[in-house]
């Protein structure tokens, strides 16, 4: 007889960044055509069709990275320890980004918030290097849309000062 195992701690890695991408997406989808559509936006901005396949594409590389630095660098407790905290404290921050420039439509914030994830990330790659170099270039694409995503945030930030300087107090 055949047995068949599951892989559950990679496919538990790889997976895990879709709950937050799931979740921020329904901040995203709800805002886009009533808030996101009214701000001026940048000409050379993405589509908005290309947001929902790039994220995936990236939460399930970076996913399968923190993997393989958890199993390269001995798990929580071994050398990948500080790697897999960046990595963590990184997934928070990438996840709280959508609802506070979408649903609380917190411009200044956002782009302040993005720019300690960029650095967060950057930081990230550099500890996963030592660790795994392979998982480190997995991080690269990430970082590079997420450097797109800062300046579009910084775009939208200062050619919007109406929703820039507004508190929300809906």
Request: glycine residues 8%; contains cysteine; positive net charge.
């Given at each position: 007889?055949?047995?068949?195992?599951?892989?559950?701690?990679?496919?538990?890695?790889?997976?895990?960044?879709?709950?937050?991408?799931?979740?921020?997406?329904?901040?995203?989808?709800?805002?886009?055509?009533?808030?996101?559509?009214?701000?001026?936006?940048?000409?050379?901005?993405?589509?908005?069709?290309?947001?929902?396949?790039?994220?995936?594409?990236?939460?399930?590389?970076?996913?399968?990275?923190?993997?393989?630095?958890?199993?390269?660098?001995?798990?929580?407790?071994?050398?990948?320890k500080i790697p897999l905290s960046l990595y963590a404290s990184q997934m928070v921050l990438n996840w709280a980004w959508s609802p506070l420039f979408f649903e609380f439509h917190q411009l200044k914030w956002s782009l302040v918030e993005i720019c300690v994830l960029w650095t967060n990330v950057a930081g990230c790659i550099v500890t996963f290097y030592k660790i795994n170099k392979v998982a480190s270039y997995f991080m690269i694409p990430y970082l590079g849309w997420l450097s797109l995503a800062t300046a579009l945030t910084y775009n939208i930030y200062k050619n919007n000062p109406e929703v820039s300087d507004k508190v929300n107090d809906e």
């Amino acid at each position: 007889m055949c047995k068949i195992t599951i892989p559950w701690i990679p496919i538990t890695f790889t997976l895990t960044p879709m709950i937050g991408g799931f979740i921020g997406g329904i901040f995203v989808r709800k805002n886009i055509k009533g808030w996101y559509e009214t701000l001026n936006r940048p000409s050379w901005r993405p589509p908005n069709y290309m947001f929902a396949p790039v994220w995936t594409t990236l939460y399930l590389g970076m996913g399968y990275a923190s993997y393989m630095v958890y199993r390269s660098g001995g798990g929580f407790f071994g050398a990948a320890k500080i790697p897999l905290s960046l990595y963590a404290s990184q997934m928070v921050l990438n996840w709280a980004w959508s609802p506070l420039f979408f649903e609380f439509h917190q411009l200044k914030w956002s782009l302040v918030e993005i720019c300690v994830l960029w650095t967060n990330v950057a930081g990230c790659i550099v500890t996963f290097y030592k660790i795994n170099k392979v998982a480190s270039y997995f991080m690269i694409p990430y970082l590079g849309w997420l450097s797109l995503a800062t300046a579009l945030t910084y775009n939208i930030y200062k050619n919007n000062p109406e929703v820039s300087d507004k508190v929300n107090d809906e």
